[in-house]
């Protein structure tokens, strides 16, 4: 069965700083894999996904996030964080059937 | 113009008793899926549905039943309500439930079983 691991369960940043959230997966198929984000009481939404293609995909509100099949990684990157990107940010694969989500991790940007 | 909504948003209640969480989807999706986010916040997926279909049932306890009166409504009905079910429940759709599909959530209903 497919699971995911994000190591990162919390992070503070200053605004400006660059971010970087650790995502990997094990599963052995082919995989989709997105980031998914939960804004202070609001519902998750889209940030990004992968299917295949250029393994740099670029989202929504400036994120990137690079699948490296060989180390099993889809970490999410953002060059200067806002305060406004306070939030829970979870990984997430879908290998058969169903999407399974990593624990989150939980970012907060002082401003 | 809400794309998934769930009633209630808050709901407390005792052990023992039975709720019902509802949701709808306006996007015309075919798939609907209840996801559970625990205290650690772990969302793992509960049931989905396609079509009024089951899909996927993640061995949920049968207290959990879902019901899909329509392909835009999953409605979720708890029995006999424990401790252990105090989490926040996601209602969530997508297309045709394929797996590239991008899902699309409800705000949330927030249980506290007391």
């Known amino acids: 069965a497919q699971s995911v691991s994000q190591h990162n369960h919390h992070v503070i940043l200053s605004e400006a700083a660059s971010l970087e959230l650790g995502c990997n997966y094990s599963?052995?198929?082919?995989?989709?894999l997105f980031w998914y984000v939960q804004y202070p009481g609001q519902h998750l939404q889209l940030l990004l996904k992968?299917?295949?293609?250029?393994?740099l995909v670029k989202g929504i509100k400036g994120f990137e996030a690079e699948f490296i099949k060989s180390k099993f990684s889809f970490n999410l990157r953002k060059p200067s964080v806002q305060w406004s990107d306070t939030a829970e940010y979870f990984c997430?694969?879908?290998?058969?059937?169903?999407?399974?989500f990593g624990t989150g991790t939980r970012l907060l940007v002082s401003p | 113009d809400t794309a998934v909504s769930q009633t209630p948003k808050y709901l407390v209640t005792q052990m023992g008793n039975d709720k019902s969480i509802k949701c709808e989807q306006n996007?015309?999706?075919?798939?609907m899926y209840w996801y559970k986010q625990d205290s650690k916040k772990f969302l793992k997926i509960m049931f989905s549905?396609?079509?009024?279909?089951?899909?996927i049932n993640e061995t949920v306890p049968n207290r959990f039943s879902p019901k899909s009166p329509d392909k835009a409504h999953l409605n979720l009905h708890i029995n006999s309500l424990e401790l252990g079910d105090s989490a926040v429940y996601f209602c969530?759709?997508?297309?045709?439930?394929?797996?590239?599909?991008?899902?699309?959530f409800g705000p949330g209903t927030r249980l506290l079983v007391l």
């Open positions: 992968y299917f295949s293609g250029d393994p």
């Open positions: 599963y052995g198929g082919t995989v989709n």
């Open positions: 969530a759709s997508s297309q045709e439930g394929g797996f590239q599909e991008t899902q699309y």
């Open positions: 997430a694969v879908t290998g058969f059937q169903k999407l399974v």
């Open positions: 996007l015309g999706h075919d798939t």
């Open positions: 549905y396609n079509n009024k279909e089951l899909i």
